[in-house]
């Protein structure tokens, strides 16, 4: 559900003076001066497409009993103020605002606002610099997912339950005990920031102004202290020739999404590209997504004259040192150190665990189109929530650099296809990657279907694929007063199966239940996944 609508303005104009004066010291309400910028992404929380264990950069105001900040205890947790009541004219909630240089042009965020148990009204408000953005009358919806678009110099953004003052000065009565009076159960704020990384090459070989053969390499320094350094790269004549990505020291969970600086080595064999002067580069990217070019020098490569393999262009297919007979085969017909692939399929897709499986087909081109035929190319998987990679096919190209095969079902992974241009490079000339994102099999029965007002139901199912030993989280839902409203949240066994009984109330009528695998959960690597709908009626 997306916040719609005008806020009436009166509340609005109170509310909107009571979110300024709730903001954390060095925020403000007025606007910034706006500056061209790269992206990038960061989540929070573990709603969040990361499934993040991190609140960020989200701090928590109000809330007369306490304000819980932290949300590291996996799916279901949150952050957000805790107290059973609120003062007329109250406003309680969580806030992010930017540091100098940074702004935020776009937010996604998945967040529930109770209704008041009695008193004063309550009502769900979003804020930016410019004010009220979007507001919602209480409850909101299980989980309400709010996907708001920013001025660009926005720098402050602000979830909040405003208490009004219409019930003749009385407050708002929230529920027992600690009752939180918003939860944040995931963010995804798009941060733009325009400040270029810095950096010098201090050592190495590649520094020298002699003839250079062999393997040579430069040590580096790299800073951006606003988003941080996530990638290194060397080029000669233009073409990468060997890079650094820092992704996995990058949690994208706050504005230094990734090290703030970063001290290293980068080298490349001399011997893939033709004797003689050539231009190189050292090009630093932070998060953000800027790029400088840090160095730049003129280099002189002399290598041995050795036999060129057989289809190998001029210069690629020199002898590799590390090669038992000296020589080191292209891989494949007009074999390049800068190859591109593309993929016959969109980067993200998502299947339904009946449907999970895929055909995947692409080409490999040479920097100027020409395909590179009867190449060789890894193909790699990286199960949801694993660290380890693993090879799980060999395809090869045929002459006009197509190639296609099946990728076996699994579970939500990235699936990676790679290129070297020789087979004893560390690193691949070129890659492509999916992301592929299965939903969890999910199946509901309900027992009876028909019953009393007063009566009890069994409702038991299971979840499909590898349960982790603790089991999964599963949430029972039942469609009532026109939206889906959870009741029950049972843990499978390790087998996948639960069962909950329900009484209803002195209900009558028809009433939908459907049974959901929520996404995110340790051990269990599959992406949100529903029931059917499966109907009750009582009288």
């Known amino acids: 559900m997306t916040i719609k609508g005008k806020p009436d303005t009166a509340r609005a104009s109170c509310a909107v003076a009571l979110l300024c004066a709730a903001a954390l ?14 992206t990038y992404v960061i989540d929070d929380c573990p709603l969040s497409p990361r499934a993040s264990t991190d609140s960020g950069p989200w701090s928590v105001f109000g809330g007369q009993q306490g304000a819980k900040g932290s949300c590291s205890g996996g799916v279901g947790d949150f952050i957000g103020p805790e107290g059973a009541s609120m003062s007329a004219n ?11 240089g940074i702004t935020i042009p776009h937010g996604k965020v998945w967040w529930f606002v109770p209704h008041q148990v009695s008193g004063a009204t309550t009502f769900a408000l979003i804020s930016a610099n410019i004010g009220i953005i979007g507001e919602s009358a209480t409850p909101t919806s299980p989980v309400l997912v709010s996907d708001f678009d920013l001025p660009s110099n926005t720098t402050e953004v602000t979830l909040a339950t405003y208490c009004a003052n219409d019930d003749a000065g009385a407050g708002c009565s929230i529920g027992p005990g600690l009752s939180p009076n918003l939860q944040l159960y995931g963010s995804e704020l798009t941060l733009a920031n325009s400040a270029l990384p810095g950096g010098s090459a201090t050592g190495g070989g590649l520094l020298g102004t002699g003839a250079l ?9 790299a800073q951006e202290p606003s988003s941080g350094i996530r990638l290194v790269q060397l080029r000669v004549d233009g073409n990468v020739v060997a890079q650094k990505d820092y992704v996995a020291s990058c949690p994208y969970s706050n504005f230094v999404a990734c090290p703030p600086s970063v001290s290293d080595t980068i080298g490349f064999n001399t011997a893939a590209v033709a004797d003689g002067e050539h231009s190189l580069e050292l090009l630093i990217e932070s998060a953000a997504q800027n790029t400088s070019v840090v160095y ?22 020199a002898g590799d040192p590390s090669s038992p ?9 007009n074999a390049s150190t800068s ?24 080409r490999l081109l040479d920097s100027h189109g020409a395909p590179i035929g009867a190449a060789t190319l890894d193909v790699t998987q990286q199960v949801a929530g694993s660290a380890a990679t693993q090879v799980i096919a060999h395809p090869r190209t045929s002459s006009d650099g197509t190639f296609s095969l099946a990728i076996a079902s699994g579970p939500s992974r990235t699936i990676k296809v790679a290129y070297r241009a020789f087979p004893s490079e560390t690193s691949y000339a070129a890659q492509a990657k999916i992301t592929e994102t299965v939903g969890a099999g999910v199946q509901l029965k309900v027992s009876p279907r028909r ?7 069994t409702l038991s199912g299971s979840v499909s694929g590898p349960i982790p030993s603790r089991g999964v989280v599963v949430a029972l839902l039942v469609h009532y007063r026109g939206s889906w409203q959870p009741f029950r949240t049972p843990r499978t066994d390790r087998h996948g199966h639960f069962q909950v009984r329900y009484q209803f109330q002195g209900g009558v009528g028809h009433f939908p239940f459907r049974a959901q695998a929520l996404a995110g959960q340790a051990g269990f690597p599959y992406g949100a996944g529903q029931s059917r709908v499966v109907s009750v009626s009582t009288g």
């Open 25 to 38: 010291a060095g925020s403000f309400c007025p606007w910034t001066t706006a500056a061209s910028a790269g």
């Open 90 to 100: 109250q406003v309680d909630g969580v806030q992010v605002v930017a540091p100098p």
């Open 213 to 221: 053969s062999g393997v040579q390499s430069m040590s580096y320094s």
């Open 296 to 317: 730049s020098h003129v280099i002189h490569t002399q290598n041995a004259t050795k036999p060129t393999p057989l289809g190998a262009p001029p210069g690629l297919g």
């Open 325 to 333: 007979d000296g020589l080191d085969f292209a891989n494949g017909v």
């Open 339 to 362: 190859a591109e692939l593309h993929l016959g399929i969109a980067a993200t897709v998502r299947r339904s665990f009946a449907h999970r499986g895929l055909r995947l087909a692409g």
């Open 451 to 457: 019953t009393g007002p007063d009566g009890a139901i």
